[in-house]
């Protein structure tokens, strides 16, 4: 990543509401042509922290910039750049799908957007629409003229606040689908926020925010491969009382559990004494424990649930 244009530079970003700390300490290099992930739980400040680098929200502490621009002293220079989407729909829901997007130019494009909006439209299948009221669209389609709204003025840095949350599967394919076109396309790079491991499959990189900071910035491959992690996993319906004997086996925290329906998964960065106490579990439930790929669930809950590893997750191969 090195070798690449860093369009977006922040260092030690902080900021609190009402005496709480929301973000702690952020530190981060985003480079030209990314589609960078921010993914952590509901509430633990990827909205705040994304408001923070587009200049909607002023830092109390911290430093950087973004596309050249100093990160504070030239917020507003840098808005005119930019695109941010927020998660909830921003558009008049009472004025047709034309009438936003021709009061969208309006107010942030200059000169002759017509040809703009005529591209926009019809990469996002908008046409059919036109004349619909925004409130009347569906979830996906508000999406996809949200998009095309904040695309309009050509931003070189896009700022997505969960963009596919309540979508169904395909609307969810369909919407990913466009933004790794406009990618490329556009010249673009864009910044999203999620708290589904569905969602940043796509993604270039990705960090987790936890506790006002951000853990690790790379791509799913290494993230996996740095946790050192191995896991095994079986299935069986869910029964208090086996479930009692797998959770004995981990009183003292060297390893991790996680049941998921009817799958139970447990990880430790220490093969050999996994491996020790898959053998017990096996004697003790009479189930077969399979090693299986570690996945970005297990890592995320190896990061947030067993604080004193983190450390060892910073290291380079």
Same mark, same amino acid.
Not at 156 to 164: R, V
Not at 276 to 294: G, H, I, P, Y
């Given at each position: 990543?090195?070798?690449?244009?860093?369009?977006?530079?922040?260092?030690?970003?902080?900021?609190?509401?009402?005496?709480?700390?929301?973000?702690?300490?952020?530190?981060?290099?985003?480079?030209?042509?990314?589609?960078?992930?921010?993914?952590? !739980?509901?509430?633990?400040? $990827?909205?705040? =922290? *994304?408001? #923070?680098?587009?200049?909607?929200?002023?830092? %109390?502490?911290? &430093?950087?910039?973004?596309?050249?621009?100093?990160?504070?002293?030239?917020?507003?220079?840098?808005?005119?750049?930019?695109?941010?989407?927020?998660?909830?729909?921003?558009?008049?829901?009472?004025?047709?799908?034309?009438?936003?997007?021709?009061?969208?130019?309006?107010?942030?494009?200059?000169?002759?957007?017509?040809?703009?909006?005529?591209?926009?439209?019809?990469?996002?299948?908008?046409?059919?629409?036109?004349?619909?009221?925004?409130?009347?669209?569906?979830?996906?389609?508000?999406?996809?003229?949200?998009?095309? !709204?904040?695309?309009?003025? $050509?931003?070189? =840095? *896009?700022? #997505?606040?969960?963009?596919?949350?309540?979508? %169904?599967?395909? &609307?969810?394919?369909?919407?990913?689908?466009?933004?790794?076109?406009?990618?490329?396309?556009?010249?673009?790079?864009?910044?999203?926020?999620?708290?589904?491991?569905?969602?940043?499959?796509?993604?270039?990189?990705?960090?987790?925010?936890?506790?006002?900071?951000?853990?690790?910035?790379?791509?799913?491959?290494?993230?996996?491969?740095?946790?050192?992690?191995?896991?095994?996993?079986?299935?069986?319906?869910?029964?208090?009382?086996?479930?009692?004997?797998?959770?004995?086996?981990?009183?003292?925290?060297?390893?991790?559990?996680?049941?998921?329906?009817?799958?139970?998964?447990?990880?430790?960065?220490?093969?050999?004494?996994?491996? %020790?106490?898959?053998?017990?579990?096996?004697?003790?439930?009479?189930?077969?424990?399979?090693?299986?790929?570690?996945?970005?669930?297990?890592?995320?809950?190896?990061?947030?649930?067993?604080?004193?590893?983190?450390?060892?997750?910073?290291?380079?191969?």
């Amino acid at each position: 990543m090195n070798s690449k244009e860093t369009v977006l530079h922040v260092e030690d970003l902080k900021k609190s509401f009402g005496g709480r700390q929301v973000i702690k300490k952020i530190n981060l290099d985003i480079c030209r042509g990314e589609l960078f992930g921010f993914i952590g !739980a509901n509430g633990v400040g $990827k909205t705040t =922290l *994304l408001r #923070l680098l587009c200049g909607l929200l002023r830092p %109390d502490h911290g &430093s950087g910039s973004c596309l050249g621009y100093d990160f504070i002293k030239q917020s507003r220079i840098i808005r005119t750049k930019i695109g941010y989407k927020p998660q909830q729909f921003p558009l008049y829901k009472d004025l047709t799908v034309h009438e936003n997007l021709l009061f969208a130019g309006r107010i942030n494009c200059i000169g002759d957007y017509s040809a703009r909006l005529k591209r926009l439209t019809e990469f996002l299948e908008l046409d059919q629409y036109r004349n619909q009221l925004a409130g009347q669209l569906s979830g996906g389609w508000q999406q996809r003229l949200s998009l095309a !709204a904040v695309m309009l003025h $050509k931003p070189e =840095l *896009l700022f #997505l606040d969960e963009p596919t949350a309540g979508l %169904d599967p395909l &609307s969810k394919r369909q919407f990913w689908m466009m933004l790794e076109t406009l990618l490329v396309e556009e010249n673009l790079t864009i910044l999203l926020t999620s708290h589904s491991m569905d969602d940043i499959q796509s993604c270039t990189r990705i960090t987790y925010i936890y506790d006002g900071r951000n853990m690790l910035a790379d791509n799913i491959d290494r993230i996996i491969k740095k946790s050192r992690l191995t896991t095994y996993s079986t299935q069986w319906e869910f029964n208090d009382a086996l479930t009692t004997k797998v959770y004995n086996e981990f009183r003292d925290g060297r390893h991790q559990l996680s049941i998921l329906s009817n799958e139970f998964r447990i990880s430790s960065d220490n093969e050999d004494e996994l491996k %020790d106490t898959v053998d017990k579990l096996q004697k003790r439930t009479s189930k077969k424990w399979e090693k299986t790929d570690t996945n970005m669930d297990d890592v995320f809950l190896w990061l947030t649930g067993v604080g004193q590893r983190r450390g060892r997750l910073n290291h380079e191969d």
